[in-house]
């Protein structure tokens, strides 16, 4: 067996380790002052599933269930989080919690009432976006008009393109399982169905000076 140089080691390293393998856009400290807001936000023990919440606290009200729903919270987080940014996302009272995320997904394809709101290409353009400091969501619809969608908000950090390519960036998400931080790809696998037709929007956030 041949064993590779220390020199040709190095140069594997540093090859891998090249900042054109990874997103173009480094973490700024705007990006970092978003994610300073989203992690405050407790999302791993709030907007739990299985039961009514608060779509603001995540709390649950008490309020008893009384159909047999799974009552996911994803896209009640997702408003949630933006409002906390200073951002407008298609939220209660203007639509109900029910098929929110599918509504959304629709909303946001609406250049009028989605204003501010940009599309983006692809998941690098998302992380590019969320790493300069920008809300980026990433949402699909259920092609199911009965059965919810699914919205995530897209955390800064440093990937590679080929990852990104492969499992997308990272989330940040309630829904029948809450992360604090997971990939695309994971965050999204009870819509395998829905995986291929996710879309990436962002806003710049107003976030308030202390």
Not at 11 to 32: C, I, K, N, Y
Not at 37 to 44: A, K, N, Q, T, W
Not at 47 to 63: H, N, S, Y
Not at 139 to 158: F, L
Request: hydrophobic share 40%; net charge negative.
């Amino acid at each position: 067996m041949k064993i590779a140089s220390p020199a040709a080691c190095l140069g594997a390293l540093l090859l891998f380790l090249s900042p054109a393998s990874w997103s173009a856009v480094p973490v700024s400290p705007e990006g970092d002052a978003v994610m300073e807001v989203l992690e405050s936000m407790g999302v791993d023990r709030l907007w739990i599933a299985g039961a009514i919440v608060d779509w603001r606290t995540g709390e649950p009200t008490g309020k008893p269930i009384t159909d047999k729903g799974r009552h996911t919270h994803c896209s009640q987080f997702a408003a949630a989080a933006c409002e906390r940014l200073g951002v407008y996302i298609l939220r209660p009272p203007e639509h109900s919690a029910v098929q929110l995320a599918n509504a959304q997904f629709d909303w946001l394809q609406d250049r009028e009432s989605a204003a501010g709101w940009v599309p983006l290409a692809n998941g690098v353009a998302a992380q590019d976006s969320a790493n300069s400091g920008r809300v980026v969501v990433a949402v699909c619809k259920n092609p199911d008009p009965k059965k919810s969608g699914h919205i995530a908000v897209v955390r800064a950090g440093q990937k590679s393109e080929e990852l990104i390519a492969e499992e997308g960036p990272d989330v940040i998400q309630a829904g029948g399982n809450n992360f604090v931080r997971t990939s695309l790809r994971r965050g999204f696998a009870n819509h395998p169905e829905s995986y291929e037709e996710i879309r990436f929007f962002a806003h710049p956030p107003e976030l308030k000076k202390p």
